[in-house]
């Protein structure tokens, strides 16, 4: 299994609501990334999870909340998001952290829209 | 901080052309390059990479050589084909603090038709 799995693959939420994307990796990967790409635009790091734990939060707001439950799942959880937030969001995992060439594994991502 | 720059898109083909997409990157260290490819409505697959000067990497008939003296890592492809439609991410990666995570250059649309 070399797959990345994201769901939902799309989402449409108000800017009341509070939903949650997940992602599920079984390779055995112990780094996972959240990531998110505007249309036509490369994709921004927004978290990194390294062996459970947080290591990388890139200034993103607080209404975003990153979770990493175990080794293979890591959540997004999101609550009064702003229309500007609509995007793909992807998530990504690495085997090992701190490699630089360590290649990474993409899921095909959540396409969120914020009414 | 390091960065990358890609040529502007898009980049339009008819079949069996050749192709570059060209990329620079700035970095204080010795970075790991990469080429992503991205189909539509799908997330990113990486296409090929290099981790030290003079590396080639090449997969699907794709090349790209890490020139550490001008800084490059030039996507090349003798002949494309229309299911080579998509964009095409230059990155590298380069050993954090906190971890490691790729930068990204803005992207190049390559369109081929028939």
């Known amino acids: 299994d070399t797959e990345v799995t994201q769901t939902p693959k799309h989402l449409v939420m108000g800017m009341t609501n509070k939903k949650s994307l997940k992602c599920e990796q079984h390779?055995?990967?112990?780094?996972m990334y959240w990531y998110k790409q505007k249309a036509k635009k490369p994709p921004e790091l927004m978290f990194v999870?390294?062996?459970?734990?947080?290591?990388i939060n890139e200034s993103v707001p607080s209404r975003f909340s990153p979770e990493c439950p175990n080794s293979s799942l890591l959540n997004l959880h999101l609550h009064a998001l702003q229309p500007e937030d609509s995007a793909l969001y992807l998530c990504?995992?690495?085997?090992?952290?701190?490699?630089?060439?360590?290649?990474?594994?993409f899921g095909s991502g959540t396409q969120l829209s914020v009414l | 901080g390091d960065s990358v720059t890609q040529m502007e898109g898009p980049v339009t083909l008819s079949e069996e052309a050749f192709l570059t997409i060209n990329c620079t990157y700035t970095?204080?260290?010795?970075?790991?390059l990469f080429w992503y490819v991205q189909y539509p409505g799908e997330g990113l697959q990486l296409l090929l990479k290099a981790t030290k000067a003079d590396d080639k990497g090449s997969n699907k008939g794709f090349e790209a050589t890490y020139r550490k003296e001008t800084t490059s890592f030039h996507l090349e492809k003798g002949s494309v084909q229309v299911s080579d439609s998509a964009v095409y991410f230059c990155?590298?990666?380069?050993?954090?603090?906190?971890?490691?995570?790729?930068?990204f250059g803005k992207g190049t649309t390559l369109s081929v038709s028939s």
């Open positions: 990504a995992s690495s085997q090992v952290p701190r490699q630089r060439n360590e290649k990474l594994f």
């Open positions: 970095a204080t260290g010795y970075p790991s």
């Open positions: 999870y390294s062996y459970e734990k947080l290591s």
């Open positions: 390779m055995g990967h112990r780094a």
């Open positions: 990155a590298l990666s380069d050993q954090g603090q906190a971890g490691t995570a790729l930068i």
